[in-house]
């Protein structure tokens, strides 16, 4: 992304954020934004068998304290596990005053046999202006995340919506949301 002058917003889990803070910096210093993607990412938070009203709130609370201490700043948006909402992390988010934020595209969480160039093709015939992509760090290989792989289909991704004109600008979610604010 740094090569190509993109910046992005990145949903950040606090365990993760906790255990490569370096990498937390980085992500800031390079100009992106920083969302909360919950403390542990536990995978049925929007099923409210599973997870309550206090537990969904403490997803929220402790993956924002982690952010909040090493950025000096609270995140102003909320990701939830797989794009999954319900009413008590609508109420949770809303009661915290932070943007629930979902997605438009994502490409696969595994490669599961398609070329990177495969997969960045179906991206670019469905993406259009206002679309919303859902990157993760890697593809799931076996037992651990293909982080360059992604990088590549990301490097395909963003040459080729460039290749199509004028109409693909990369902008932060908190700048789409501002551009959007002025539109009728």
């Known amino acids: 992304m740094k090569r190509f002058g993109v910046k992005a917003t990145f949903f950040i889990v606090g365990k993760k954020a906790a255990a490569r803070k370096d990498l937390v910096y980085r992500i800031q210093e390079e100009g992106h934004l920083i969302g909360n993607h919950t403390y542990s990412h536990f995978s049925h938070m929007s099923f409210e068998g599973v997870f309550g009203r206090r537990r969904v709130m403490e997803e929220?609370?402790?993956?924002?304290?982690?952010?909040?201490?090493?950025?000096?700043?609270?995140?102003?948006?909320?990701?939830?596990?797989?794009?999954?909402?319900?009413?008590?992390?609508?109420?949770?988010?809303?009661?915290?005053?932070?943007?629930?934020?979902?997605?438009?595209?994502?490409?696969?969480?595994?490669?599961?046999?398609?070329?990177?160039?495969?997969?960045?093709?179906?991206?670019?015939?469905?993406?259009?202006?206002?679309?919303?992509?859902?990157?993760?760090?890697?593809?799931?290989?076996?037992?651990?995340?293909?982080?360059?792989?992604?990088?590549?289909?990301?490097?395909?991704?963003?040459?080729?919506l460039r290749a199509q004109g004028y109409r693909y600008r990369f902008v932060t979610l908190d700048e789409m949301v501002e551009e959007g604010k002025g539109k009728g």
């Open 60 to 160: 929220i609370e402790q993956g924002e304290a982690v952010l909040n201490a090493i950025l000096g700043e609270r995140p102003k948006l909320f990701r939830p596990p797989q794009g999954f909402k319900n009413h008590l992390i609508l109420e949770a988010c809303r009661e915290k005053g932070i943007t629930l934020v979902g997605y438009t595209h994502r490409p696969p969480y595994y490669a599961n046999g398609h070329s990177t160039s495969a997969l960045a093709e179906k991206l670019l015939r469905n993406t259009e202006p206002g679309s919303i992509v859902n990157f993760h760090d890697g593809w799931r290989t076996g037992t651990e995340w293909n982080c360059e792989e992604m990088a590549r289909a990301l490097s395909k991704i963003i040459e080729g």
